[in-house]
């Protein structure tokens, strides 16, 4: 029973040092707000340049005001230069008001009614195909309205753009590769039509102790060997 008075104890002290920050807090955003309204040009709920109503747009964007103590974004603007994030205000704190950010996305649909079925073919050809055919989408996207939708388009056709690179980059110099392997060949046969091997048969001792680091394997490729801190690998 003593066990469970203490915690009870220790729980109200908590709450009212909670209480206390909040009202604190509370108090500091009012005052920050009465000097706001001192402002000629200030008036409460009025609509910042460039920006709207979030109206739940872009629900859950609350703003740190300090203290722990958030408000929600009652402004915001999409950033027409990337369509991935929104700008947003609480619209409390006058014209000089710092601006917050945030990244977009696509929803769930809330149509009970209507089952998630897969990207149709026709969209997929549209999100993936050339540059003309992405800005049709996207467009048609924006008319619709819903910023998170046109956000995911832009960042589906951001990373096929970041894919077809690295993909061209991976083909190129697998090519190289191949090209290389293809002269390397011509050397061990020119090197074998030379009997090299037979004239310099001294050496052949050379690679038997420690310092032969790259064995020959079957598949007469080179490997680093197992050598503690030796060859092209991570030391084991």
């Given at each position: 029973?003593?066990?469970?008075?203490?915690?009870?104890?220790?729980?109200?002290?908590?709450?009212a040092?909670m209480?206390?920050?909040?009202?604190?807090?509370?108090?500091?955003?009012?005052?920050?707000m009465?000097?706001?309204?001192?402002?000629?040009?200030?008036?409460?709920?009025s609509?910042?340049?460039g920006?709207?109503?979030?109206n739940d747009?872009v629900?859950?964007?609350?703003?740190?005001?300090?203290?722990?103590?958030f408000?929600?974004?009652?402004?915001?603007?999409?950033?027409?230069?990337?369509?991935?994030?929104?700008w947003?205000?609480?619209?409390?704190?006058?014209?000089e008001?710092?601006?917050?950010?945030?990244k977009?996305?696509?929803?769930?649909?809330?149509?009970?009614?209507?089952?998630?079925?897969?990207?149709?073919?026709?969209?997929?050809r549209l999100?993936?195909?050339?540059?003309?055919?992405?800005?049709?989408?996207?467009?048609?996207?924006?008319?619709?309205?819903n910023?998170?939708?046109t956000?995911?388009?832009?960042?589906?056709?951001?990373?096929?753009?970041?894919?077809?690179e690295?993909n061209?980059?991976?083909?190129a110099?697998?090519?190289?590769?191949?090209?290389?392997d293809?002269?390397?060949e011509?050397c061990?046969?020119?090197?074998?039509?030379?009997?090299?091997?037979?004239?310099l048969?001294h050496?052949?001792?050379?690679?038997?102790g420690?310092?032969?680091?790259?064995?020959?394997?079957?598949?007469?490729?080179?490997?680093?060997?197992?050598?503690?801190?030796?060859?092209?690998?991570?030391?084991?």
């Amino acid at each position: 029973m003593a066990t469970i008075k203490l915690r009870e104890m220790a729980w109200e002290a908590d709450r009212a040092a909670m209480r206390a920050r909040i009202n604190h807090a509370e108090d500091r955003l009012e005052a920050a707000m009465e000097e706001c309204r001192d402002e000629p040009e200030y008036e409460y709920g009025s609509i910042p340049t460039g920006f709207e109503r979030n109206n739940d747009r872009v629900p859950n964007f609350d703003i740190l005001v300090g203290d722990g103590m958030f408000l929600p974004a009652a402004f915001i603007r999409r950033d027409e230069s990337t369509y991935k994030k929104v700008w947003g205000v609480t619209g409390r704190f006058g014209k000089e008001e710092p601006q917050y950010t945030v990244k977009i996305f696509a929803s769930p649909a809330n149509d009970p009614g209507i089952p998630t079925e897969p990207l149709c073919q026709w969209f997929l050809r549209l999100l993936q195909g050339r540059t003309s055919n992405y800005k049709f989408l996207r467009d048609a996207a924006i008319n619709l309205g819903n910023w998170g939708v046109t956000a995911d388009i832009t960042r589906y056709h951001k990373c096929e753009d970041q894919l077809c690179e690295i993909n061209a980059s991976i083909s190129a110099m697998r090519s190289e590769a191949e090209a290389l392997d293809v002269l390397q060949e011509s050397c061990q046969n020119r090197l074998a039509a030379a009997n090299v091997s037979r004239h310099l048969a001294h050496l052949k001792g050379a690679c038997q102790g420690r310092d032969c680091r790259f064995p020959i394997v079957h598949d007469a490729t080179i490997q680093p060997s197992n050598h503690r801190g030796c060859g092209r690998g991570r030391p084991i």
